[in-house]
């Protein structure tokens, strides 16, 4: 076996042609690139073909065949539920190459030099003989992950990101993403690894049974600390929430039942609804309200405001309010806004389907980062 795996490196190194056992798909381009490729930095025990390998300027090339490495799973972001332009359009097939999955199988790790492709393909037709759906049309884009710790051994966990474009033809070789734009979340928010095992069925199942028990035991922990943090907002919240609510409703639904009551409405704020500053795109028209504890901070010009600060922002769309943003400060933050407790809403009468709610929310921290302790009014007007 050694043997053929170090003729199929050699041959993709020369470009002398692509040996049968690694795809084929990309054979043509392969070949007339091969002149600027170097090998991988990274050698993983053996060269089989699934290395990733760069230019001498550093640029990924696009890998081989990807179609025929072990299929994970699809998430799928349709345009249609993305005010028609999902980030990611739309479905996304996902793979990893053959050697990781193997590791992975065994150890639950993603070994050094795990390459993981997302193709994108788009919704051609949203009913067939077997009823309405998405199905999918045609090939959109590619995006790659790499674990690489030494080639890139600033980046968080060692994972690197790559776009190859989103269109049907795909660009040859990829320029390393800026951390923010792809690592920050992945960070943040994938189960496992900066991978987003959740949703893939696929890795879930072939997990070791100790690395699921380990994980379920993560998420329990994860929603407890919600649990805390949500009870903390509600005590920033007064105790006229406790005392309106429910006692059956869950902590978000009392957080809600407050907004609709409008029990901010005696907090200090904004004179009038505006122009939110960061475009309507995403806040449209705003009205931001802060209660004393913050208030009272901002004033003194704190640069970490104590627990307990809240702020609220009502949403408006031509002069109807839409929705609310609120931010809580239920600990002691650790300069990533995980001790704000981040929630939007963008109905006023649904309480199921927030856009956001959690400690330190991917979708709210990174753009309220470089406010003052994250809160981005700096005057209420
Ligand atoms: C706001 C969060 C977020 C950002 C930013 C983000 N991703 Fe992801 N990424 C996800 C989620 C969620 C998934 C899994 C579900 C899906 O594909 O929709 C994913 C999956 C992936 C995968 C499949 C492997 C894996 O880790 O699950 C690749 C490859 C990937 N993203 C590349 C990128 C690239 C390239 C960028 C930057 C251009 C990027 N991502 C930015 C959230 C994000
Ligand atoms: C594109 C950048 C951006 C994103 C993403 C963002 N915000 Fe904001 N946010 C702002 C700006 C700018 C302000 C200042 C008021 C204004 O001009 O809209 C603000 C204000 C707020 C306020 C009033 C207090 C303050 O900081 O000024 C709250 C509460 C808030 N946002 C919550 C959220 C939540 C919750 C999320 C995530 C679901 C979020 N924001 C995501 C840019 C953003």
Redesign the pocket.
């Known amino acids: 076996m050694k043997i053929v795996f170090a003729i199929v490196s050699i041959s993709l190194l020369l470009g002398a042609g692509v040996a049968s056992n690694v795809a084929t798909q990309d054979q043509a381009d392969m070949q007339g690139k091969s002149g600027n490729q170097t090998s991988a930095a990274q050698k993983r025990g053996s060269d089989n073909g699934y290395q990733a390998r760069f230019t001498d300027d550093g640029q990924l090339i696009r890998p081989v065949g990807w179609r025929k490495w072990v299929y994970i799973g699809t ?1 799928l ?1 349709p345009h249609d539920m993305n005010d028609g332009k999902a ?2 359009p739309e479905f ?1 097939n ?1 793979y990893i190459d053959p050697e990781s999955f193997a590791t992975f199988e065994r150890t639950g790790e993603f070994p050094e030099g795990t390459q ?3 193709e994108l393909v788009l919704v051609g037709s949203k009913a067939a003989v077997s009823g309405k759906g998405y199905f999918m049309g045609d090939f959109n884009g590619l ?3 790499l674990k690489d710790s030494k080639r890139f051994k600033d980046e968080p966990g060692g994972w690197v ?3 190859f474009g989103h269109k049907a033809e795909y660009e040859m070789t990829a320029k390393v ?1 800026p951390t923010a ?2 690592n ?3 960070q943040s ?2 189960a496992t690894d ?4 959740q ?2 069925p696929v890795l879930r199942e072939a997990m070791p049974q100790v690395m699921k028990q380990k994980q379920q035991g993560d998420m329990q922990s994860k929603a407890k600390m919600d649990d805390k943090a949500m009870k903390a907002a509600m005590g920033a919240m007064g105790e006229a929430m406790d005392a309106n609510s429910d006692k059956k409703a869950s902590y978000q639904e009392k957080v809600f039942k407050w907004l609709v009551a409008k029990k901010y409405s005696n907090f200090a704020s904004d004179s009038t609804v505006h122009p939110s500053s960061s475009g309507p795109a995403v806040h449209g028209d705003v009205r931001t309200f802060y209660n004393k504890k913050l208030d009272e901070s901002m004033k003194q010009g704190n640069d970490t405001h104590p627990v307990g600060s809240l702020a609220v922002k009502e949403l408006h769309k031509d002069n109807v309010l839409i929705g609310w943003a609120l931010a809580v400060k239920s600990k002691e933050d650790d300069g990533k806004g995980n001790g704000w407790w981040w929630y939007e809403n963008l109905s006023v009468t649904d309480t199921k389907n927030p856009v956001a709610a959690g400690l330190g929310h ?2 709210c921290v990174g753009c309220h980062a470089p406010g003052r302790d994250f809160v981005r009014t700096l005057t209420l007007n």
Do not use: D, G, R
Request: proline share 3%; with cysteine; charged share 5%.
């Open positions: 998430p972001t980030a990611f996304h996902v993981i492709a997302k995006e790659v992950a990101y790559f776009s993403m734009s792809c920050a979340c992945h928010s994938a900066f991978v987003f095992t949703y893939y991917t979708s």
